[in-house]
């Protein structure tokens, strides 16, 4: 790859993926990478964490759907528990109004709520 080293030339978006993805098969360190190409270290990060911002899959909500399960005994019926696909378990205490279950969800990006 050629030195990039023109510093008053801004790169692009889609050069600084290519640059990145580069990196990412080089094995070096940022640091190195960005010397032996003349980058300058903070613009390259800055690019990659902008990339990565927006190769970050949009969170979706699934449906959520009422279900009684024997495994959860343990847990008082005062108690609301949501789980994901992969496992996760959020536990919500079954007093909250529904104003403030509203709130949660409007909270972590589900508009609809």
């Given at each position: 790859?050629?030195?990039?080293?023109?510093?008053?030339?801004?790169?692009?978006?889609?050069?600084?993926?290519?640059?990145?993805?580069?990196?990412?098969?080089?094995?070096?360190s940022?640091?190195?990478?960005?010397?032996?190409?003349?980058?300058?270290?903070?613009?390259?990060?800055?690019?990659?964490?902008?990339?990565?911002?927006?190769?970050?899959?949009?969170?979706?909500?699934?449906?959520?759907?009422?279900?009684?399960?024997?495994?959860?005994?343990?847990?008082?019926?005062?108690?609301?528990?949501?789980?994901?696909?992969?496992?996760?378990?959020?536990?919500?205490?079954?007093?909250?109004?529904?104003?403030?279950?509203?709130?949660?969800?409007?909270l972590?990006?589900?508009n609809?709520?």
């Amino acid at each position: 790859m050629q030195n990039l080293s023109a510093k008053n030339t801004p790169l692009d978006m889609g050069k600084w993926r290519e640059i990145i993805e580069a990196w990412n098969q080089s094995g070096e360190s940022q640091k190195n990478y960005c010397q032996r190409l003349g980058l300058s270290f903070n613009s390259f990060t800055y690019a990659r964490s902008k990339l990565l911002q927006q190769d970050k899959p949009e969170t979706q909500f699934i449906p959520l759907s009422v279900r009684s399960n024997s495994e959860e005994k343990t847990l008082s019926p005062s108690a609301i528990v949501l789980e994901n696909p992969q496992g996760y378990k959020l536990h919500l205490s079954a007093s909250l109004s529904l104003e403030q279950l509203a709130k949660l969800f409007k909270l972590s990006g589900w508009n609809d709520a």
